[in-house]
Protein backbone atom coordinates (compact mmCIF):
# COMPACT_ATOMS: atom_id res chain seq x y z
CA UNK A 1 0.00 0.00 0.00
CA UNK A 2 3.00 2.41 0.92
CA UNK A 3 4.40 1.59 -2.71
CA UNK A 4 1.10 2.45 -3.75
CA UNK A 5 0.95 5.71 -2.48
CA UNK A 6 4.54 6.57 -3.79
CA UNK A 7 3.85 5.69 -7.11
CA UNK A 8 0.83 7.53 -7.35
CA UNK A 9 2.86 10.67 -6.08
CA UNK A 10 5.71 10.52 -8.34
CA UNK A 11 2.84 10.54 -11.43
CA UNK A 12 1.33 13.96 -9.55
CA UNK A 13 4.63 14.73 -9.55
CA UNK A 14 5.72 14.08 -13.20
CA UNK A 15 2.10 15.46 -14.36
CA UNK A 16 3.03 18.75 -12.83
CA UNK A 17 6.37 19.12 -14.18
CA UNK A 18 4.63 18.66 -17.56
CA UNK A 19 1.82 21.41 -17.24
CA UNK A 20 4.22 24.04 -16.10
CA UNK A 21 6.78 23.17 -18.77
CA UNK A 22 4.32 22.99 -21.43
CA UNK A 23 2.47 26.42 -20.07
CA UNK A 24 6.54 27.76 -19.84
CA UNK A 25 7.00 26.47 -23.63
CA UNK A 26 3.48 28.09 -25.01
CA UNK A 27 4.65 31.35 -23.28
CA UNK A 28 8.49 31.64 -24.49
CA UNK A 29 6.61 31.15 -28.02
CA UNK A 30 4.07 33.52 -27.67
CA UNK A 31 7.28 36.05 -26.50
CA UNK A 32 9.54 35.68 -28.88
CA UNK A 33 7.21 34.46 -32.24
CA UNK A 34 8.36 37.41 -34.88
CA UNK A 35 4.99 38.74 -35.80
CA UNK A 36 4.36 39.27 -39.84
CA UNK A 37 3.08 42.31 -40.72
CA UNK A 38 1.62 43.07 -44.04
CA UNK A 39 2.69 46.73 -44.62
CA UNK A 40 0.46 49.06 -46.82
CA UNK A 41 1.55 50.97 -49.51
CA UNK A 42 2.82 54.25 -48.96
CA UNK A 43 3.53 56.97 -52.05
CA UNK A 44 5.55 56.27 -54.72
CA UNK A 45 7.10 57.69 -58.10
CA UNK A 46 7.69 55.97 -60.89
CA UNK A 47 9.04 56.13 -64.35
CA UNK A 48 8.86 52.72 -67.19
CA UNK A 49 7.16 52.15 -70.63
CA UNK A 50 3.62 51.28 -71.97
CA UNK A 51 1.98 49.43 -75.45
CA UNK A 52 -1.54 49.71 -76.97
CA UNK A 53 -2.81 48.58 -79.80
CA UNK A 54 -6.77 49.70 -80.84
CA UNK A 55 -9.41 46.70 -80.39
CA UNK A 56 -12.52 48.84 -81.78
CA UNK A 57 -12.84 52.18 -83.33
CA UNK A 58 -9.90 54.66 -84.25
CA UNK A 59 -10.11 53.42 -88.50
CA UNK A 60 -10.23 57.42 -89.65
CA UNK A 61 -7.26 59.25 -90.85
CA UNK A 62 -7.95 61.69 -88.51
CA UNK A 63 -7.67 59.35 -85.43
CA UNK A 64 -6.01 56.24 -86.94
CA UNK A 65 -3.34 54.58 -85.10
CA UNK A 66 -1.63 51.39 -85.22
CA UNK A 67 -0.05 49.54 -82.31
CA UNK A 68 2.19 52.63 -79.85
CA UNK A 69 5.17 52.31 -77.59
CA UNK A 70 5.49 55.04 -75.12
CA UNK A 71 7.19 56.23 -71.94
CA UNK A 72 5.20 57.41 -68.70
CA UNK A 73 5.48 58.89 -65.56
CA UNK A 74 3.18 57.80 -62.53
CA UNK A 75 2.56 59.14 -58.87
CA UNK A 76 0.54 57.22 -56.62
CA UNK A 77 -0.59 55.68 -53.46
CA UNK A 78 -2.83 52.31 -52.39
CA UNK A 79 -5.47 54.24 -53.42
CA UNK A 80 -5.15 56.84 -56.00
CA UNK A 81 -2.56 57.26 -59.32
CA UNK A 82 -2.16 59.90 -61.83
CA UNK A 83 0.20 58.94 -64.54
CA UNK A 84 0.89 61.07 -67.25
CA UNK A 85 2.37 59.65 -71.03
CA UNK A 86 3.96 59.95 -73.93
CA UNK A 87 3.91 58.34 -77.24
CA UNK A 88 4.84 59.38 -80.74
CA UNK A 89 5.08 58.01 -84.12
CA UNK A 90 2.53 57.11 -86.85
CA UNK A 91 2.78 61.32 -87.66
CA UNK A 92 1.39 61.74 -84.54
CA UNK A 93 1.89 62.51 -80.39
CA UNK A 94 -0.32 61.70 -77.70
CA UNK A 95 0.07 63.16 -74.30
CA UNK A 96 -1.98 61.04 -72.20
CA UNK A 97 -3.68 62.50 -68.59
CA UNK A 98 -5.27 58.86 -66.86
CA UNK A 99 -5.88 59.90 -63.29
CA UNK A 100 -7.86 56.65 -61.31
CA UNK A 101 -8.47 55.79 -58.18
CA UNK A 102 -7.20 52.25 -57.19
CA UNK A 103 -6.92 49.52 -53.89
CA UNK A 104 -3.44 47.70 -53.61
CA UNK A 105 -3.71 45.54 -51.04
CA UNK A 106 -1.05 43.89 -49.19
CA UNK A 107 -0.80 39.86 -50.33
CA UNK A 108 2.87 38.80 -49.19
CA UNK A 109 4.50 40.81 -46.06
CA UNK A 110 5.22 44.07 -47.49
CA UNK A 111 6.37 42.61 -51.01
CA UNK A 112 3.66 41.76 -53.20
CA UNK A 113 0.65 44.07 -53.53
CA UNK A 114 -2.23 43.82 -55.53
CA UNK A 115 -5.82 45.22 -56.86
CA UNK A 116 -8.19 46.98 -59.45
CA UNK A 117 -8.34 50.53 -60.99
CA UNK A 118 -10.39 53.02 -62.58
CA UNK A 119 -9.98 56.18 -63.47
CA UNK A 120 -10.62 59.13 -66.23
CA UNK A 121 -9.06 59.39 -69.59
CA UNK A 122 -7.66 62.64 -70.92
CA UNK A 123 -5.39 62.50 -74.12
CA UNK A 124 -3.97 65.06 -76.52
CA UNK A 125 -3.65 64.04 -80.40
CA UNK A 126 -1.57 66.05 -82.28
CA UNK A 127 -1.36 65.30 -85.39
CA UNK A 128 -0.14 66.29 -89.34
CA UNK A 129 -0.67 63.67 -92.20
CA UNK A 130 -1.73 63.64 -95.81
CA UNK A 131 -4.91 62.94 -97.43
CA UNK A 132 -6.42 63.19 -100.69
CA UNK A 133 -2.90 65.14 -101.88
CA UNK A 134 -3.47 67.52 -98.74
CA UNK A 135 -1.71 68.21 -95.45
CA UNK A 136 -3.60 68.56 -92.53
CA UNK A 137 -3.04 69.61 -89.19
CA UNK A 138 -5.42 68.27 -86.84
CA UNK A 139 -5.80 68.95 -82.78
CA UNK A 140 -7.83 65.89 -81.06
CA UNK A 141 -9.06 66.20 -77.46
CA UNK A 142 -10.22 62.72 -76.30
CA UNK A 143 -12.01 61.81 -73.12
CA UNK A 144 -12.56 58.21 -71.65
CA UNK A 145 -12.66 55.84 -68.74
CA UNK A 146 -10.59 53.57 -67.83
CA UNK A 147 -10.41 49.96 -65.80
CA UNK A 148 -7.10 48.43 -65.19
CA UNK A 149 -5.65 46.05 -62.96
CA UNK A 150 -1.93 46.87 -60.97
CA UNK A 151 0.54 44.62 -59.53
CA UNK A 152 3.52 46.05 -56.96
CA UNK A 153 6.69 44.25 -56.32
CA UNK A 154 8.71 45.92 -53.39
CA UNK A 155 12.16 43.84 -53.31
CA UNK A 156 13.49 46.72 -50.58
CA UNK A 157 11.34 49.29 -48.40
CA UNK A 158 12.36 51.84 -50.49
CA UNK A 159 12.15 50.62 -54.31
CA UNK A 160 9.26 49.54 -56.50
CA UNK A 161 8.73 47.51 -59.61
CA UNK A 162 4.78 48.47 -60.63
CA UNK A 163 3.43 45.70 -63.33
CA UNK A 164 0.03 46.88 -65.36
CA UNK A 165 -1.21 43.80 -67.28
CA UNK A 166 -4.19 44.69 -68.28
CA UNK A 167 -5.83 48.57 -68.95
CA UNK A 168 -8.41 49.51 -71.17
CA UNK A 169 -9.39 52.78 -72.21
CA UNK A 170 -13.34 53.42 -73.37
CA UNK A 171 -13.13 56.63 -75.36
CA UNK A 172 -16.81 57.80 -75.95
CA UNK A 173 -15.48 61.49 -77.14
CA UNK A 174 -13.21 63.74 -79.13
CA UNK A 175 -13.26 67.08 -80.14
CA UNK A 176 -11.02 67.86 -82.78
CA UNK A 177 -9.79 71.23 -84.52
CA UNK A 178 -8.36 70.26 -88.06
CA UNK A 179 -6.61 72.82 -90.59
CA UNK A 180 -5.41 72.42 -93.96
CA UNK A 181 -4.02 75.06 -96.30
CA UNK A 182 -7.84 75.67 -97.46
CA UNK A 183 -10.02 75.86 -94.48
CA UNK A 184 -9.92 75.38 -91.21
CA UNK A 185 -13.25 73.79 -88.98
CA UNK A 186 -13.91 71.69 -85.77
CA UNK A 187 -15.73 68.10 -85.40
CA UNK A 188 -16.37 65.96 -82.63
CA UNK A 189 -17.78 62.57 -82.54
CA UNK A 190 -18.99 60.24 -79.99
CA UNK A 191 -17.83 56.27 -81.51
CA UNK A 192 -17.07 54.23 -78.78
CA UNK A 193 -12.95 53.51 -78.99
CA UNK A 194 -10.88 50.56 -77.03
CA UNK A 195 -7.55 50.98 -76.44
CA UNK A 196 -5.79 47.50 -74.53
CA UNK A 197 -2.54 48.84 -72.75
CA UNK A 198 0.05 47.04 -70.01
CA UNK A 199 3.25 48.41 -68.82
CA UNK A 200 5.51 48.64 -66.36
CA UNK A 201 7.73 51.19 -64.07
CA UNK A 202 10.48 51.50 -61.93
CA UNK A 203 10.47 53.93 -58.83
CA UNK A 204 11.09 55.32 -55.08
CA UNK A 205 8.29 54.36 -52.43
CA UNK A 206 7.74 57.10 -49.44
Same mark, same amino acid.
Given at each position: ?9 ? *? ?9 ? +? ?9 ? =? ?7 ? !??? %? ?6 ? *? ?7 ? %? ?17 ? =? #????? @? ?25 ? +???? #? ?10 ? !???? =? ?9 ? =???? %?? #? ?15 ? *? ?15 ? *? ?5 ? %????? @? +?? +??? !?? @??
Amino acid at each position: MKNFKQQRNI *FNLVAAMTVLS +ATASTAADETY =APVVEKHPV !GFY %LNAGVFGD *FALKGYDIP %LVSRDERVGFQLEIGGAYF =A #IPVSF @SSGQEVDIIGIKPRFQYLVPITESVLS +AGPG #IGFVYNYWKSDF !GTSG =ANVSAEVHEFG =AQPS %LQ #IMIRPIPFLNVLITPAA *FDFNFYRDAKVKTRLVN *FSTSDED %LGIVY @S +AG +ASV !GF @SF
